[in-house]
């Protein structure tokens, strides 16, 4: 089934380009994605983010604390081809499911194309509007003059968060040294944290799979529920 998120018109968009919409991802799943903020029903209210159901009370990554609602995610896609629907996009869905396994509720998952301005107007709304906790992109982040993600997502940020990006160049390194050519950032704004991803759905596996599993820690510092302290 396709996940039931909204396809939003963008403003202001340059003269002939007004029919430009966002794209959802598909993702295979048997069940629906989380609409937007704002657009969730009464009988949701009560299961949206920030309100802890009863039956999500687990220790896994997403939500390492019983009395905590699980971490809140969305993924963007960042692609010219998808968001016309000419390339079916597989590496947004593949982000989805690995932060769903690891307890995380994906609020939105959808396609755009290469075009900054759009980034970084979805960026402030998912920080500012939402409070997601977590932004995953995925592509825009090589050497084509269209590759701007790394910019767009600078623009709107509040403080740098380098070491996740490094981590996943270094680790990618060990991989093929083509990733040096990555050029993605990784930032907070408010109490989100921001991360650009590559474009390829392999490349979105191994680089979610290095981090995911301190991700938690920051999450919760950002959050006001862990404090940051030196290893022993």
Do not use: W
Not at 71 to 93: H, M, Y
Request: hydrophobic share 40%.
């Amino acid at each position: 089934m396709k996940a039931a998120l909204c396809v939003r018109r963008i403003p202001d968009l340059p003269e002939g380009d007004d029919k430009m919409e966002i794209k959802p991802i598909e993702t295979g799943f048997t069940h629906d994605l989380k609409p937007h903020a704002g657009q969730t029903t009464a009988e949701e209210a009560g299961n949206h983010a920030g309100q802890r159901t009863a039956e999500k009370t687990g220790t896994h990554a997403g939500q390492t604390m019983a009395d905590e609602a699980p971490f809140t995610a969305a993924v963007i896609t960042l692609s010219d081809k998808g968001s016309r629907g000419d390339r079916k996009d597989e590496s947004g869905p593949a982000a989805v499911v690995m932060l769903e396994e690891a307890g995380y509720e994906v609020l939105e998952a959808f396609i755009l194309p290469d075009e900054p301005e759009l980034l970084k107007k979805e960026l402030i709304r998912l920080a500012d509007e939402a409070k997601v906790d977590l932004v995953l992109t995925s592509g825009g982040t090589g050497f084509s003059m269209r590759d701007q993600t790394p910019e767009a997502t600078m623009a709107v940020a509040d403080r740098n968060a380098p070491g996740i990006a490094e981590y996943i160049r270094m680790r990618s390194s060990q991989i093929t040294d083509r990733a040096m050519l990555s050029r993605g950032v990784s930032v907070i704004r408010g109490g989100t944290l921001i991360v650009n991803l590559p474009g390829s759905p392999k490349a979105v596996r191994e680089s979610l799979g290095f981090i995911l599993g301190a991700l938690d820690h920051g999450l919760r510092i950002l959050r006001g529920s862990a404090s940051e302290c030196a290893r022993k």
